[in-house]
Structures are given as structure tokens and as C-alpha cells.
């Protein structure tokens, strides 16, 4: 449902859905200021807020997806490191994203922008995410959707759809997608981490 409202009758912890926001940069700003590290996700993009109560079901996914991607980077020696929602900003491009999971391959040494975000769709919104992380310039982009893991690769200016992970070109993302749909977590590591470990 979304529900279009002022921007100054947004009570963030009464929202259990897609809400949509006419507001200006400054105003965003202030919001994000208030609101702290607790509250619904945010997307901002050209002048609207959108923000979001995730269910429970959309944090075990993209919990899942975090632990399965961590793990298989301990178990391969590839340095990551993960940032969750952490609020990616910028005021030229007029937009704003809190992903689901973000991280950075290797230190992040001043970086402000990660080079992986994770998104689990479970509600649709009206406001383009994967043109904020364009914007942003976000190396790539896992798109959970319908029971499946889509991966946009940034290729010049534009996202295209990829069947690897650029960034992790050895990791099998069907067996991740399919490990990630546990209903428990601790069976969900041990599955993927066998995949790879059989000799």
C-alpha cells in the first residue's frame, strides 16, 4: 500500500508500510538526522522519501544471504567487509539507499560507497533502487526476488544483468539462492559451506 503524506506528519515508528514523501534534500537530511539508527528503510531519490517496515521474513533472507556470503569469504580468503544499512548518501545525485547488506571487498580506506548491495524484494515500492545505486555508482547489486538472486553488474553507466558475481566470479550464486531460503540459519551455513568444501 502506499500512501502519499506532508512531510511534516511522518511518525516513523507507526510505519508497517511503503510510504512516499515530497521532500527536499535539507528536509531528507534532517529526517535521517532524526529518525537515528532505528526506523524504517529509506530510499530518496529526486525529491521523494520512500520508506519501509521490513517483515520478518525479509530480514531472514537477507540475514541468510549476509551469513552464506561472509562465510564463503572467510572459507576462500577474500576480504570483506560489511557495513548492513548503513545510509549511502549524495547530495549531486539526489538520491539515498539503506540496502538490506553492503560491503566493501577489501579495506574500505576512506571509500564512501560500497561495492556490493544487497536487496531482498519482498513488497514492491514505486521508487527506482537500482537507479540510486546507478547513481551512486555501486559496483553490483544482488536482487532477491520471487525465490531467486539476480545479479546487476555496473558496466559503464548502466546496470546489466550478469549470471556471475564480477566481484566473486567462483562463488556459485544458485546454490547461495537456494541455501538462503532456509528456515534455519545454522543448517543454511552448513549446506552451502559443504557445496564447495567436497573434494
Known amino acids: 500500500m502506499l500512501t502519499p503524506i506532508g512531510p511534516h506528519t511522518v511518525d516513523a515508528s507507526a510505519i508497517d508500510h511503503f510510504v512516499l514523501v515530497p521532500l527536499d534534500w535539507k528536509a531528507f537530511i534532517a529526517f535521517v538526522e532524526a529518525?537515528?539508527?532505528?526506523?524504517?528503510?529509506?530510499?530518496?531519490?529526486?525529491?521523494?522519501?520512500?520508506?519501509?517496515?521490513?517483515?520478518?521474513t525479509h530480514e531472514l533472507l537477507k540475514t541468510n544471504l549476509g551469513r552464506l556470503l561472509e562465510i564463503w569469504?572467510?572459507?576462500?580468503?577474500?576480504e570483506l567487509n560489511g557495513f548492513g544499512s548503513e545510509t549511502l548518501k549524495r547530495e549531486r545525485d539526489q538520491?539515498?539507499?539503506?540496502?538490506?547488506?553492503?560491503?566493501f571487498v577489501g579495506p574500505r580506506a576512506g571509500r564512501k560507497f560500497p561495492d556490493l548491495a544487497i536487496e531482498v524484494v519482498w513488497t514492491s515500492?514505486?521508487?527506482?533502487?537500482?537507479?540510486?545505486?546507478?547513481?551512486?555508482?555501486?559496483?553490483?547489486?544482488?536482487?532477491?526476488?520471487?525465490?531467486?538472486?539476480?545479479?546487476?553488474?555496473?558496466?559503464?553507466?548502466?546496470?546489466?544483468?550478469?549470471?556471475?558475481?564480477?566481484?566473486f566470479p567462483k562463488l556459485d550464486l544458485v546454490t547461495l539462492a537456494?541455501?538462503?531460503?532456509?528456515?534455519n540459519q545454522t543448517q543454511a551455513v552448513k549446506a552451502f559451506r559443504a557445496s564447495y568444501t567436497r573434494h
Open 125 to 167: 515500492g514505486t521508487l527506482n533502487r537500482l537507479e540510486v545505486y546507478r547513481r551512486l555508482g555501486v559496483r553490483e547489486v544482488w536482487w532477491w526476488e520471487d525465490g531467486g538472486l539476480t545479479v546487476w553488474v555496473l558496466r559503464g553507466d548502466r546496470y546489466v544483468r550478469s549470471r556471475k558475481s564480477r566481484l
Open 73 to 78: 569469504a572467510l572459507d576462500m580468503e577474500v
Open 178 to 183: 537456494r541455501c538462503a531460503a532456509s528456515q
Open 35 to 56: 529518525r537515528g539508527d532505528h526506523g524504517p528503510r529509506l530510499t530518496y531519490l529526486d525529491g521523494y522519501l520512500e520508506l519501509m517496515s521490513p517483515s520478518s
Open 95 to 103: 538520491s539515498g539507499v539503506e540496502p538490506d547488506e553492503c560491503y
